[in-house]
């Protein structure tokens, strides 16, 4: 019995150490992401109680739910994937702290911005064509996604961008680990920012007549414009980070919008327990950043050489898999105590505490296993491809999860009899 006592005690210590070794190469960076995934978890429900506040606004403007979890990952994509670049900039000693055009940082921002730009406007043009053939009744024009999306997406990725620079600056003079820090920071800020900035520009450009939708093809000929010069302007590392995002980010931007389109659908079952519509972005958020943190980490080791990138996961990857995985419990019950917790604050509808405690727990558990072979196989396939995994990671962990976590959340309130 001794021998079975010491031999347990010896395993959690390893799954303990395991932990903080994925989380940060110290206790106190370890510290600095545990801390970072309660702040997303927190800030998601304040996304979400926003998203229920504006109920009222969906239901008045159809179609405009569809385009809002792609306009969230669209922010969290482009400042993730700049911030992990930088990252592993640091790791490989490539990084320069300056803004300049050819710099590490200066084409990120480059690309970022460009980016920005061309699938904001993409994303208006998917959230209407998926809207209109799936059946969304009385869905907005064209000109108007355009207008929110445009308009509402640069103003959230002012702030998201901006953050992200600001964090990986500091992180490098403090020894922060960046693997760590800037999937959920950027998924908190993306979560945060996006749907009051949505929210504002639909209420504030939106029904002006003609000058609306003048608006609107202003912001389609200034996003192409923007996307075409920098396409033609002469930095080699520029050209190749657009062209490799943009394929990854539009099939995030589709899969989003499906997720989207599967929350429209719903929408009377939201709109009768807003409780639910408060969780829900906490729960593909939390997905989203727990794989975003793995694809990271297994970016950063592709480059180091601690990785290889073999079908079946080495021992380093299946610790971080599981590693990651361990920690769903306490965040996904975090997020459904949270979330009810808003709930009853505002004086929405929820089905009880214990239902939503299961509904986040079951659907978690699949959402995050999931994200954990995503993470590894979706990095590892970009590696073979000769693509960069720092590019490709957080977008197909994020996007992916956006739709497959919508689905998970909603089978299990079903199965539950939520519903």
Known sequence: MAAILT??????REAGRRLVDLLGPTREAARQSLVALVINSTTSLVAGAALGAITGTLEALPGLLVMVPAAIGLRG???????????TSIHTGTYRPSLRPDSVVGVNLLASVSLTFILSLGLAVVAMIAAAAFGVEGVISVLDMAVVSVAGGLLASVIVIGATILLTSVGVRRGWDLDALVAPTTATLGDVVTIPALWLAATVLLGHGSWTAGLGWALAALSIGV????????IAELTRIIRESLPVLSAAVVLSTLAG????????VF??????????????????SLGGILASRIGTNLHLGLVEPTLRPGVEARRDGLAVFSLFVPVFLVNAVGAWGVAAL????????????????????????????????????????????????????TASVDFVGALAL??????LGIA
């Open 261 to 268: 389109l599967v929350i429209q659908q719903q929408l009377a």
């Open 227 to 234: 996307f075409v010069t920098a396409l033609r302007v002469r």
């Open 7 to 12: 031999s347990a005690l010896r395993r959690t």
């Open 77 to 87: 994509n482009i400042a993730g994937s700049l911030g992990n670049r930088i990252s």
């Open 410 to 415: 909603i089978l299990t309130i079903t199965v």
């Open 346 to 397: 505002l004086g929405l509808d929820s089905p009880g505490l214990p239902q939503m405690v299961l509904a986040s727990l079951i659907g978690g558990a699949g959402a995050v296993a999931f994200v954990v072979a995503l993470a590894y196989y979706g990095t590892i396939t970009a590696w073979r491809s000769d693509l960069d995994p720092d590019t490709y990671g957080i977008p197909v962990v």
């Open 271 to 288: 709109a009768a327990l807003p409780a639910l519509l408060v969780l829900e972005p906490a729960f593909v958020s939390s997905a989203g």
